[in-house]
């Protein structure tokens, strides 16, 4: 597991992928400053807000595009082939794969939370970064799984961005749906039950790495303790269900 999470590391590493680190934290602050300079009131949050907004979609791009991208090319280049022939288990190989994708999600969190720590509290930039890792670490799995039940990099990454912008807008369609203006029937009770199963059985990104931590100076170490217990349910979870679909898939 050590050796094969190091080696996805080093392919983080000689892939290039902290090179598109700087062009999204570029873009972030350049726009974040954009708007900053021309809002009219409570330029400073807005400026804060879009630069944590552009660097959390951004993180998560990175993340999941290197997942899904690499276990593709393990597919096509026969290297996952490879290193099955040895004498290593398939669980080895899973888990050493998630091991050496949290450390990526680490090292993302952790680069792309350095601006926060130059204008707002150091609490509620550590706050926002952990979540981010957590959330990072969480989609990592979801591409793992994804990726290795479809093996099409297309298919893949269609369906974890499908997951994750479901996830995230999750609780607006709930507020919605149960809103004053929402029109109830049978038809109308139908749709909300299904939508209820399936916000069971997401997680509530929506409450990940929020941009009100940064905003508002206040925040407090607790807000992490949901976001924790879903983390680890969750990562159990999809790591099981990735696991049996790759126990069973011949390679």
């Not at 749906?177 to 109830?184: I, R, T």
């Amino acid at each position: 597991m050590k050796t094969i999470a190091r080696y996805t590391l080093l392919e983080a590493l000689r892939n290039k992928m902290l090179w598109l680190i700087l062009p999204i934290l570029l873009l972030g602050l350049s726009f974040s400053h954009f708007l900053q300079r021309t809002a009219i009131t409570e330029s400073s949050e807005i400026q804060a807000g879009s630069l944590a907004l552009m660097e959390r979609t951004g993180a998560v791009f990175v993340m999941v595009s290197f997942v899904v991208g690499g276990i593709s090319r393990e597919y096509q280049e026969k290297g996952m082939e490879f290193f099955l022939a040895l004498p290593m288990g398939r669980t080895s190989y899973l888990f050493g794969k998630l091991l050496g994708y949290a450390c990526c999600s680490l090292l993302l969190a952790i680069l792309f939370t350095l601006p926060f720590f130059l204008s707002n509290s150091p609490v509620s930039a550590s706050i926002w970064g952990i979540s981010l890792f957590l959330e990072l670490a969480l989609m990592s799995c979801v591409s793992l799984f994804f990726s290795i039940s479809l093996t099409q990099m297309p298919l893949a990454l269609a369906a974890v961005s499908g997951f994750y912008l479901l996830s995230r807008s999750m609780g607006a369609i709930m507020l919605i749906m149960k809103g004053p203006l929402a029109v109830h029937g049978f038809l109308e009770d139908i749709a909300d039950r299904a939508i209820s199963l399936v916000s069971f059985v997401l997680p509530s990104l929506d409450d990940f790495t929020r941009t009100g931590w940064i905003l508002y100076q206040e925040t407090k170490w607790q807000v992490l303790l949901p976001v924790l217990v879903q983390t680890a349910i969750y990562l159990l979870l999809i790591s099981a269900a990735a696991l049996f679909d790759f126990e069973r898939r011949e390679i």
